[in-house]
């Protein structure tokens, strides 16, 4: 029986071993750029090759929040190409692969291309005067994984992605159409890209990209009423899509006091535009009346600023490297930790940690991290378990450092108690503990 439990405790020993190395020495790459397959769709070369950079920079940035790589700093990765004079619209050939190793201490580079970009026109709808034309935009992405060593492609990927846009026409009687206010809009396009980089994201590394959302409440005043279809003065640029339900209330006003609110019954948006939609009926306890409002749930990505640098927070010292805390705060849901890592020797190697810790929100609960991530330099590594990530640092070059988690509440002002972990050659592992840590 002993036996057996000490093979059981030799395996799991074994497998957090395995596993501990394997997140360690996660493969580093650094995305060279994209190139396009596909030009019959844009007539400006300069607006086409800012939109494949913007690719390449969304591509940077999913790639390091998927945890799988240590990535390269993109705008490091810009300097890196600047300085060899490479054009990020060819492809690499071996020597500029080679040249790119010795700068970049990269394992493996990505070269991507946009394979096409379709637009087609889905489905047509003609309400007396008004035409809706809605519009489907296809973006196609591939990157090659090429190995810097060898300068051979090792992996092919590919990722897809698609957005609708729908525009109104005003049609004469003769069905000429006038006042064409259908395009193909940036914010469409943009948002067919995000979804094929998304798509590319989890083809490569098998995890899906979480969003952050949240939810608002849009008032649509009903502006005419045509049959069962209300137009109402809200459209896709309030957040408004195909297939919302809506409730439909009017204010009532009253002598005194607030206006009485009346439940009229619901509504789905069916056919929309920039700025007005139309919606039908579904439910109906009383007729609804021009001027009721129909309010719609839409969803919205949060952003939050950065607020503004604050004087350092702690200081760790080493035997051959001194740590600083520098600064804290919150976007959304994610507190990033800074500081700077100054070698005393040259060649000294600093390892940061981020595992599978507790934390203490504003209000002293113990919470679970989630989303984490550390970086060193340019250099970044995100884990859904244990990120960690390591590098040689040398006397006169200070490397920018960071642990980062999600979890945290969006209205937390600090943190009650945050454990943070790095690792020397010498100390090995080491435990910064802070406490009352302003946002």
């Known amino acids: 029986m002993k036996?057996?439990?000490?093979?059981?405790?030799s395996l799991l020993v074994f497998t957090l071993f395995v596993g501990s190395a394997f997140i360690a020495n996660a493969t580093r790459v650094a995305v060279i750029g994209f190139d396009s397959e596909d030009s019959s769709w844009i007539d400006n070369k300069e607006k086409e090759n800012e939109i494949l950079e913007e690719i390449a920079w969304l591509f940077n940035e999913r790639l390091t929040d998927a945890g799988k790589y240590t990535v390269l700093n993109r705008s490091r990765m810009l300097r890196i190409l600047d300085e060899i004079r490479f054009s990020r619209g060819r492809r690499p050939t071996v020597s500029i692969i080679n040249q790119l190793r010795g700068l970049s201490n990269a394992e493996e580079f990505i070269y991507g291309s946009l394979k096409q970009v379709k637009v087609e026109t889905i489905d047509k709808f003609t309400f007396g005067p008004i035409k809706i034309s809605d519009v489907k935009v296809t973006i196609d992405l591939s990157v090659?994984?090429?190995?810097?060593?060898?300068?051979?492609?090792?992996?092919?990927?590919?990722?897809?992605g698609s957005a609708s846009v729908s525009g109104m026409n005003i049609v004469d009687s003769e069905d000429d159409v006038s006042g064409l206010s259908l395009a193909l809009e940036e914010d469409v396009l943009n948002k067919a890209i995000e979804r094929a980089v998304d798509d590319l994201i989890q083809n490569i590394t098998g995890e899906k990209i979480d969003e952050e959302v949240t939810e608002r409440v849009v008032e649509a005043e009903i502006l005419s009423i045509v049959g069962e279809r209300l137009v109402v003065n809200k459209g896709r640029n309030d957040g408004l899509i195909i297939g919302q339900i809506g409730e439909i209330v009017r204010y009532r006003p009253r002598a005194t006091g607030p206006p009485q609110l009346i439940v009229i019954g619901q509504a789905e948006v069916t056919d929309i535009g920039q700025t007005s939609a139309f919606l039908k009926t579904v439910n109906l306890n009383q007729t609804p009346e021009v001027?009721?409002?129909?309010?719609?749930?839409?969803?919205?990505?949060?952003?939050?600023?950065?607020r503004?640098?604050?004087?350092?927070?702690?200081?760790?010292?080493?035997?051959?490297?001194?740590?600083?805390?520098?600064?804290?705060?919150?976007?959304?849901?994610?507190?990033?930790?800074?500081?700077?890592?100054?070698?005393?020797?040259n060649n000294a190697v600093l390892e940061l940690i981020l595992g599978n810790r507790d934390f203490y929100d504003h209000e002293g609960t113990r919470r679970n991290m989630s989303g984490r991530r550390v970086a060193i330099g340019d250099w970044l590594h995100s884990s859904s378990s244990i990120a960690s990530i390591e590098e040689?640092?040398?006397?006169?070059?200070?490397?920018?450092?960071?642990?980062?988690?999600?979890?945290?509440?969006?209205?937390?002002?600090?943190?009650t108690l945050i454990e943070l972990w790095l690792k020397t050659s010498y100390e090995g592992e080491i435990s910064i503990i802070l406490r009352d840590l302003k946002l």
């Open 3 to 9: 036996n057996k439990i000490w093979i059981l405790v």
């Open 308 to 345: 503004p640098y604050v004087e350092p927070i702690k200081t760790l010292e080493t035997r051959d490297l001194i740590i600083e805390i520098d600064d804290a705060f919150l976007e959304g849901t994610r507190v990033t930790i800074t500081g700077t890592a100054y070698a005393k020797t």
């Open 144 to 160: 090659d994984f090429i190995n810097a060593n060898t300068a051979r492609v090792t992996n092919t990927y590919l990722g897809s």
């Open 291 to 306: 001027g009721d409002i129909i309010a719609i749930t839409v969803e919205e990505t949060k952003t939050t600023t950065r």
């Open 392 to 415: 040689t640092i040398q006397k006169d070059n200070p490397q920018k450092i960071s642990w980062s988690f999600t979890g945290v509440p969006e209205q937390a002002d600090k943190l």
